[in-house]
């Protein structure tokens, strides 16, 4: 297709995605308002209004939601191409996709007929109005969930990546050795050292970065009150496109969390309420198995946490209205994963009886409370908390979990780990093959939750500022390398994967900018 092909095609997509907003029909009605205004004169009438909605701001909410559209469509492709290929251009990727979420129904229908619980039920009278007083203090239940387990981990998933082969490649004809050298075995294009620098220039030595405590050139302070400044202008914008890049540099803490409601364009505007209020009451009329997984998940990850155990109350609420979210199906257009289907009692087989379950289409895993326990330093409001949290997920941390060839996807980021390693650190990574501790096994827990649990939180969400900002999870495995290097020295020592391990057990010290910083910029090539 030619370039403007391809632009009509997406600007027809975006149309038709808007139509049926609920901007759509405020801008609309706006239109049709400001026509009795004296200054709307019938000559220049489409002149008119369109000033009228620039001044008054909704031209800026259009643009805002036309650039939140551009960031989770689908790239440009041929109209006859299959929807699945849209998905993922890789045959070999689907169907591995395909084989891990057999899998992973499976471990959950074994769970409900093992331990007799059903998919869902209908709560009785008494369930709804016990669950409906305690809602904002279920922390303070201890149910009994030694029954059951997590569907699966991280380790368990990472075992399916490194089994991924493409067919149609011939490994022996790769030139270099150390191709050979990691888990990871597939031909995906990552970028290397250079192409990084140029893409996230921005974190250069010399421009001035929140996170980062000593400048030669400039005094850390003067910087973060200039930036403070030109924050609050952007957020007196509101500028979707200027919030995300403003982010690169770092989101000072009191402006963090309404710049990147900006930068996800969640408005939280009351049909967001409602639609949230509504989740609640579904919550409360039916029980699922999944409730189950998410309370022991919180239970076993967040509640023991020193930073978010505070928040237990708020993941509750947040991931048990997100099991619900049928508004999540969407993100599947773009998602190399399908949404799993379970059968109504007594039809397995029949496709007319066939439902998504959970109805949002994601089967929580361990550790999976952790995207949503660091957004709840930032927002206090259940509704606008949730927002935010269905926003990252379906633009990014779904990424963390799904096979794909894409470049922000879990297979690519494991392979641009290892070879920023391997060309960077190959005496370290030789070393720690040697002994068995190969560097992916270690830093895998860390990627596939964006580090979140393993930072101190301010350091967290400085780098989820630059996620936001470049919109990619590259620089997750940019960090994972980076960490490696910092320790290079203590795990030259090391004799086993348990000792490894014991080097890199704790993350909370670091400071995330300098290491991403010196490793990009101040690495030798």
Known sequence: MDGGTELSL??????????????????????????????IRLESLKDDVRSFLKTSGWERQLQNAVYRE??????????????????????????????????????????STELEVPLARMRSAAEQKELANKWNEMGTDDPDLSRFRPVYAPKDFLEVLISLRNPNHDSSDDVSARSHWGLIQVPVNVRDIPQLRQAYSELNLITGQLGIDDYAHIHP????????????????EQDSAAAQQYSRQGCPTGLRADLWALILNSTNQPPDVMHY??????????????????????????????????????????????????????????????????????????????????????????????????????????????????????????????????????????????????????????????????PLRIAFKWMVRGFSGYLSTDQLLLLWDRILGYDSLEVVAVLAAAVFAFRAENLMEVTSLASAEAVLADLSTLKVMPLIQIFLFATSI
């Open 10 to 39: 997406t600007i027809s997509h975006i149309v038709q995605r808007l139509k049926g907003s609920h901007l759509h029909s405020q801008i609309e009605r706006q239109a049709k308002d400001c026509l009795h205004q004296p200054e």
């Open 277 to 438: 209020e509504q989740l609640t009451a579904g919550v409360i009329q039916h029980a699922l198995l999944v409730d189950h997984l998410i309370y022991k998940d919180v239970k076993l990850t967040a509640s023991n946490d020193d930073y978010y155990f505070v928040f237990e109350d708020f993941l509750y609420q947040v991931l048990l209205c997100f099991s619900r979210d049928t508004a999540v199906l969407d993100h599947f257009k773009y998602n190399s994963a399908t949404p799993p289907k379970s059968y109504i009692h007594g039809k397995v087989g029949d496709e007319e009886c066939a439902v998504v379950y959970p109805p949002n289409g994601v089967i929580p895993f361990h550790g999976f409370s952790m995207y949503v326990a660091p957004l709840c330093f930032l927002y206090n409001e259940p509704s606008k908390l949730y927002s935010v949290f269905r926003e990252m997920y379906t633009r990014y941390f779904f990424r963390l979990h799904s096979i794909s060839s894409s470049p922000s996807g879990i297979v690519s980021l494991c392979l641009q780990f290892e070879r920023l390693l391997q060309t960077h650190l190959p005496q370290l990574f030789y070393h720690l093959r040697q002994i068995g501790a190969q």
């Open 221 to 236: 302070d003067l910087f973060e009150s200039e930036h403070v400044q030109i924050g609050k202008k952007v957020l007196v």
């Open 70 to 111: 551009l960031h989770v469509q689908l790239p440009p492709s041929h109209p006859m191409a299959p929807s699945e290929h849209l998905k993922e251009p890789l045959a070999y990727m689907r169907k591995a996709q395909a084989s891990w979420e057999k899998r992973v129904l499976k471990s959950l229908n074994s769970m």
